[in-house]
């Protein structure tokens, strides 16, 4: 079965760092697909908030992220990371990974697989 899990979420305080993988199954080489992560607070749309692309790892990232957060990847273990640093009150979401060839990273509608989210806290 085709999968992504991810993991890493927890309860932090403000300014402090947690890093979420996200691992595919057997049936999905992530080396070879270009991986987004999304975020989604209660009662918001789905955020997406950095990609790294399958062939050159080039990275993006949106605004709210940019300078705090960084998306690595590690084929042998088909994993990828999301580094996020300096958390602040307004990060708590559930976090999510996605797969596929997207044309517009940001997008949701242009990933393929997903995985079920891990929740991300911050509180004092």
């Known amino acids: 079965q085709v999968q992504l899990v991810e993991s890493g979420g927890g309860l932090v305080q403000p300014g402090d760092s947690l890093r979420l993988s996200c691992v595919g199954s057997?049936?999905?080489?992530?080396?070879?697909?270009?991986v987004g992560w999304f975020r989604q607070a209660p009662g918001k749309g789905r955020e997406g908030i950095t990609f790294?692309?399958?062939?050159?790892?080039?990275?993006k990232y949106a605004n709210s992220v940019k300078g705090r957060f960084t998306v690595s990847k590690d084929n042998a273990d088909n994993t990828v990371y999301l580094q996020m640093d300096s958390l602040r009150p307004e990060d708590p979401s559930v976090y999510y990974c996605a797969a596929g060839h997207p044309t517009m990273w940001a997008i949701m509608e242009e990933y393929d697989t997903w995985g079920q989210g891990t929740q991300v806290t911050v509180s004092s």
């Open positions: 057997s049936e999905i080489s992530l080396a070879y697909y270009g």
């Open positions: 790294i692309h399958p062939s050159d790892e080039s990275t």
